[in-house]
């Protein structure tokens, strides 16, 4: 008797098991999927995201790397029609990932580029309006070299700015800002008196002297305003010529020793006229500088340690021409063209007196221009 009848369930079992295996299928990533994933990727570096959305940045790195390797390691991993494509589910979560990291990069690069240009904008601006102050009052040999390495900042602020470097780029402003702002402290303290008004008193009460003087002896006498850069003759009590004047190349400050570059303020008087062959400068005013004033305000600095070890009163200021300017820059002097010190030796007498003030008010050149970086401070 024969047993043949279990064949047909054996070839069921079979045909089931070849109908599954022909059914499953390799699990595989959907290659556009993948680019966009790459795409997000170059985004990222484009949009700095390392450093801009470091945490974002990191997690899409983590699982994106983790997702790269599978796909390289199983390339061929069969999968039944009823299981999940994980690899799939996996890209889309790196994506993402990616699309989230790339948003907050970007958002937060534009808002510090944006901060970056204003801070930048606002420091050129106001570097812009000292320069032009600073030259107005003369007062970038009282900053030495701070001027210069402010301007450098600024340079490096903008250039950073231009590279994408936004920090950097702030940072290098925020450093020239406060250099601003140190410069605006020190030609506070050290011009001013040309905003102060008891010191401004004093020099139109001394100007007003030599004007009567003028007037009660019928004869010339000199003024000179530093922060106008200007020299005034007076006869009989008015004014019948000005001149444009250099002073020393420090001479915007009040002199306190010789070799400080600056012009000394007083009354004084003419004591030598010096014609040409008797002087380096072409013709020459000889003032009395020191007088007994400058000799006590001297001693009193010196009694106070208020000066060099070595340092000594000097001398020999005068109004002279010439066309050196590096070489009365040196000196503290006066300076006029040659054509104006001519005209002015037909004026002047020996014994004629010369008062060198300042300013010859508050609204003067200095303490406008003081007022005007004052307000530029950030604080």
Same mark, same amino acid.
């Given at each position: 008797?024969?047993?043949?009848?279990?064949?047909? /369930?054996?070839?069921?079992?079979?045909?089931?098991?070849?109908?599954?295996?022909?059914? *499953?299928?390799?699990?595989?990533?959907?290659?556009?999927?993948?680019?966009?994933?790459?795409?997000?990727?170059?985004?990222?570096?484009? $949009?700095?995201? *390392?450093?801009?959305?470091?945490?974002?940045?990191?997690?899409?790195?983590?699982?994106? +790397?983790?997702?790269?390797?599978?796909?390289?390691?199983?390339?061929?991993?069969?999968?039944?029609?009823?299981?999940?494509?994980?690899?799939?589910?996996?890209?889309? =979560?790196?994506?993402?990932?990616?699309?989230?990291?790339? @948003? +907050?990069?970007?958002?937060?690069?534009? *808002?510090?580029?944006?901060?970056?240009?204003?801070?930048?904008?606002?420091?050129?601006?106001?570097?812009?309006?000292?320069?032009?102050?600073?030259?107005?009052?003369?007062?970038?040999?009282?900053?030495?070299?701070?001027?210069?390495?402010? %301007?450098?900042?600024?340079?490096?602020?903008?250039?950073?700015?231009?590279?994408?470097?936004?920090?950097?780029?702030?940072?290098?402003?925020?450093?020239?800002? #406060?250099?601003?702002?140190?410069?605006?402290?020190?030609?506070?303290?050290?011009?001013?008196?040309?905003?102060?008004? /008891? &010191?401004?008193?004093?020099? &139109?009460?001394?100007?007003?002297?030599?004007?009567?003087?003028? /007037?009660?002896?019928?004869?010339?006498?000199?003024?000179?305003?530093? $922060?106008? &850069?200007?020299?005034?003759?007076?006869?009989?009590?008015?004014?019948? $010529?000005?001149?444009?004047? @250099?002073?020393?190349?420090?001479?915007?400050?009040? =002199?306190?020793? !010789?070799?400080?570059?600056?012009?000394? %303020?007083?009354?004084? /008087?003419?004591?030598? #006229?010096?014609?040409?062959?008797?002087?380096?400068?072409?013709?020459?005013?000889?003032?009395?500088?020191?007088? @007994?004033?400058?000799?006590?305000?001297?001693?009193?600095?010196? $009694?106070?340690?208020?000066?060099?070890? #070595?340092?000594?009163?000097?001398?020999?200021?005068?109004?002279?021409?010439? %066309?050196?300017?590096?070489?009365?820059?040196?000196?503290?002097?006066?300076?006029?063209?040659?054509? !104006?010190?001519?005209?002015?030796?037909?004026?002047?007498?020996?014994?004629?007196?010369?008062?060198?003030?300042?300013?010859?008010?508050?609204?003067?050149?200095?303490?406008?221009?003081?007022?005007?970086? %004052?307000?530029?401070?950030?604080?």
């Amino acid at each position: 008797m024969s047993h043949s009848r279990p064949m047909p /369930r054996i070839i069921s079992l079979a045909a089931l098991v070849l109908a599954l295996g022909m059914a *499953a299928c390799v699990q595989k990533a959907p290659p556009e999927l993948v680019q966009a994933v790459e795409s997000l990727d170059r985004e990222l570096t484009a $949009a700095q995201g *390392a450093e801009f959305a470091p945490e974002e940045y990191a997690k899409f790195v983590e699982h994106w +790397t983790a997702v790269r390797g599978r796909m390289l390691a199983e390339p061929d991993v069969i999968r039944l029609p009823w299981e999940p494509n994980r690899l799939v589910a996996d890209l889309l =979560k790196v994506q993402e990932q990616g699309v989230l990291a790339v @948003s +907050t990069a970007t958002q937060r690069r534009e *808002a510090e580029h944006q901060h970056a240009e204003s801070r930048l904008t606002q420091l050129e601006e106001r570097l812009q309006t000292f320069t032009g102050n600073l030259d107005t009052m003369g007062g970038r040999v009282v900053l030495g070299r701070r001027p210069v390495e402010t %301007e450098l900042l600024a340079k490096q602020a903008r250039s950073f700015f231009e590279q994408g470097q936004f920090a950097r780029s702030q940072q290098a402003s925020q450093q020239a800002a #406060k250099l601003l702002d140190h410069q605006i402290e020190r030609l506070g303290t050290e011009l001013g008196r040309y905003a102060d008004e /008891r &010191r401004v008193t004093a020099w &139109r009460h001394m100007v007003a002297q030599t004007v009567t003087w003028s /007037r009660h002896h019928h004869s010339a006498a000199i003024v000179v305003s530093k $922060a106008d &850069r200007r020299l005034f003759v007076y006869r009989n009590g008015k004014a019948v $010529a000005s001149y444009p004047v @250099s002073l020393g190349y420090n001479g915007i400050l009040e =002199k306190r020793y !010789q070799g400080d570059g600056a012009t000394p %303020e007083g009354q004084y /008087r003419i004591v030598r #006229k010096r014609d040409r062959g008797d002087t380096k400068f072409y013709r020459a005013l000889l003032l009395d500088y020191p007088n @007994s004033q400058d000799r006590r305000r001297f001693q009193q600095a010196r $009694a106070v340690g208020a000066l060099p070890p #070595k340092a000594s009163i000097g001398g020999q200021i005068e109004i002279h021409g010439g %066309e050196s300017r590096a070489l009365s820059e040196t000196l503290g002097c006066v300076q006029l063209e040659n054509r !104006q010190i001519d005209a002015l030796f037909d004026l002047i007498e020996e014994g004629a007196p010369v008062t060198i003030v300042g300013a010859l008010g508050l609204s003067n050149a200095v303490s406008l221009a003081l007022a005007e970086l %004052e307000q530029t401070e950030e604080g």
